[in-house]
């Protein structure tokens, strides 16, 4: 998918989930419905890079496929914007965390919380769970006790 096509997916896309706005509202959160249209039409892939099934477009397709959503739903565009940047972020990352996210699915989506507010430990297991629709977490906390400065970390 091109550029052009993947804007014009998103105006395409825009009425219906307009249609949704007052059950995103009334639910607190993504309806279903928007988010299949998001994973069906690539709308979300549209920064991961291409080795990883994503489209690899231009930032500024992606950023002019937020504000048409938003236009539609500011919810809904919020949720595109915020969940379908991670993609560019997680391919700034070394290879290597890059498979163990994409490796066996590359529809995989991470959600985020970068105030520093909490302290974790570093354990082998994985220690976070999916808020909603993603299965891992870009964080930013304090990693070791003793007041070290916060750490980026997914």
Known sequence: MDDETYLRSARQLSQ????????????????????????????????????????????????????????????????????????????????????????KDTRVLISSSYAPTGKVERVDAHALNNPDKASQVFGYAELHPGGTPPEFFL
Do not use: K, M
């Open 16 to 103: 219906a989930i307009r249609d949704r706005a007052a059950e995103c509202e009334s639910l607190r959160r993504l309806p279903d419905e928007t988010f299949e249209c998001y994973q069906r039409s690539g709308l979300l892939r549209a920064l991961q890079p291409r080795q990883w099934g994503g489209l690899e477009l231009s930032p500024l397709s992606f950023f002019g496929a937020v504000a048409e959503v938003a236009a539609a739903c500011p919810s809904s565009g919020w949720f595109l914007g915020v969940v379908g940047v991670h993609n560019w972020q997680l391919g700034l990352f070394p290879e290597g965390a890059q498979r163990d996210v994409w490796g």
